[in-house]
C-alpha cells in the first residue's frame, strides 16, 4: 500500500508538472536532485520558479528501500533529506538551479544544516547524467573561489541514487502549515545565516566576486536604484542628453555597473563625442560586455548590455574616432564612477596601472 501511494504522488506530480508549470508533452524534461538540510525549506525556492511544477520532498543515499521518516530522522538509515522535481531546460538551466542551491545552505557544515544536526542533514548536489556532474563540479569551484566563506566548501557531488517519497505530510509543508513553517525556519537560523553571507557577500568588491554575482529580484533592484536608473537599466529606458551626470565628466577614474559593479569602461578610453552622453572608444574589459541586435526604433542598431548584471548600458556606432572607429554611446544612469583615488579601497586596485604616469 505504502508503494502505491508514493507511485501515484509520483504521477499526480508529473502530471502537475505538465499542465501547471506550461509544459507540453513534448518537452524533454529533466531531472534533478538536491540534499540541503530540511526538505521543508528547499520546495519553495525552486517551485517559484517558471518551468518547475511540484517540487518533492523525499529521502535518497542511504540502505534502506523502504525509509520513513522517523527512521531517516534518526540518523542510521543513511539517507539524506532531499528534494527531487522535473525541469524544463528550456525555461530554467541548471546552471540557476545550483545558483539558487548555494543560497539555501550552508555549504561549509559537514555536520548538518543550521539547529538540524546529522547526516541525514548534509548538503549534497545529486547527478543525473555526466553533464550535471561537470556543471555541479565547476559551480563548486566557483563559489570556494568566491571569498564567501572562511572554510571551504563540504557539500559532496554525488551520482544520484533511487529517490524515495517522503510521507505525504511533509509535502508542499510551507504552504499547508504556513506560521509553523515560518516559526521553524527562522528558529533553526537559516535565515539569518543566509542573510549575513549574501548581504555581506553584495558588499564584496564586483571586481572580486564577478563569478559568484547573483542578480537580484526586479523588486530589489528597484530598492537600490533612483527611478531612472531602474528604467535605463532594466527596462532599456534612455536618460535625457546633455541633462545626466557623466557626459562631460573629465576626472581619471573608471566606471562600473551600478547594479553589480563590474568594471566596464575607463576614463582613459572616453572623448567628447558631442552627443550629450558619455562615450568610450572601447570597453574596459571587452567580457564584460554583451551587443545584441536592437530593432525597436528606426532601424537595426546595437545594444550594449553588462554581462553579469545584464544592465542596459546604451549602444555602439561605427562612427567613433581611431584607432577603434567605435563609439560606445552610454547611459550615465547605468553606471558608477569610480575616481582613481578610491580605486584601491573599493577593491579596483589592479587598475591603478592605468593612471601611473
Known amino acids: 500500500m505504502l ?85 524544463d531546460p528550456s525555461k530554467v538551466s541548471y546552471e540557476k538551479l545550483l545558483e539558487i ?68 505530510y511533509h509535502q508542499d509543508y510551507y504552504k499547508k502549515n504556513p506560521i509553523r513553517y515560518k516559526v521553524y525556519r527562522y528558529g533553526s537560523g537559516r535565515d539569518r545565516y543566509l542573510d549575513k553571507i549574501w548581504e555581506e557577500g553584495e558588499n564584496i568588491p564586483a ?29 532599456e529606458g ?24 563590474e568594471p566596464l569602461f575607463s576614463s582613459k578610453d572616453k572623448y567628447k563625442s558631442g552627443t550629450g552622453w558619455p562615450s568610450f572608444t572601447k570597453p574596459l574589459k571587452e567580457e564584460n560586455i554583451v551587443e545584441r541586435e536592437d530593432r525597436k526604433l528606426f532601424g537595426k542598431r546595437t545594444e550594449v548590455q553588462s554581462k553579469i548584471g545584464e544592465s542596459h548600458l546604451g549602444h555602439v556606432f561605427d562612427d567613433g574616432p581611431a584607432p577603434t572607429g567605435l563609439r560606445y554611446c552610454l547611459n550615465s544612469a547605468s553606471l558608477r564612477f569610480v575616481p582613481k583615488e578610491d580605486l584601491e579601497n573599493e577593491g579596483y586596485g589592479e587598475y591603478l596601472k592605468l593612471f601611473e604616469k
Open 3 to 87: 508503494m502505491w501511494t508514493r507511485g501515484v504522488i509520483k504521477i499526480m506530480f508529473l502530471f502537475t508538472l505538465l499542465t501547471n508549470a506550461g509544459i507540453g508533452t513534448a518537452t524533454a524534461l529533466e531531472k534533478a536532485t538536491f540534499a540541503g538540510g530540511c526538505f521543508w525549506c528547499m520546495e519553495h525556492p525552486y517551485e517559484k520558479l517558471d518551468g518547475i511544477g511540484d517540487v518533492i520532498s523525499g529521502y535518497t543515499g542511504g540502505h534502506d528501500t523502504t525509509p520513513t521518516y522517523a527512521e531517516v530522522s534518526d540518523g542510521t538509515s543513511g539517507h539524506y533529506e532531499t528534494v527531487e522535481f522535473m525541469y
Open 101 to 168: 542551491f548555494w543560497m539555501q545552505i550552508n555549504p561549509t557544515d559537514s555536520g548538518g544544516q543550521f539547529a538540524d544536526r546529522g547526516p541525514q542533514y548534509k548538503t549534497a548536489i545529486f547527478y543525473h547524467n555526466d553533464e550535471q556532474r561537470r556543471l555541479a563540479e565547476e559551480s563548486k569551484d566557483r563559489m570556494n573561489k568566491s571569498g564567501l566563506y572562511d572554510k571551504p566548501i563540504v557539500t559532496e557531488i554525488l551520482p544520484a541514487p533511487e529517490f524515495y517519497t517522503a510521507e505525504t
Open 207 to 235: 571586481n572580486k566576486r564577478s563569478e559568484k554575482y547573483m542578480k537580484p529580484s526586479k523588486e530589489d533592484i528597484r530598492k537600490k536604484l533612483t527611478p531612472i536608473q531602474f528604467k535605463v537599466t532594466q527596462e
Open 238 to 261: 534612455t536618460e535625457r542628453a546633455f541633462d545626466n551626470e557623466y557626459w562631460d565628466n573629465k576626472r581619471e577614474g573608471i566606471y562600473v555597473d551600478i547594479v553589480s559593479g
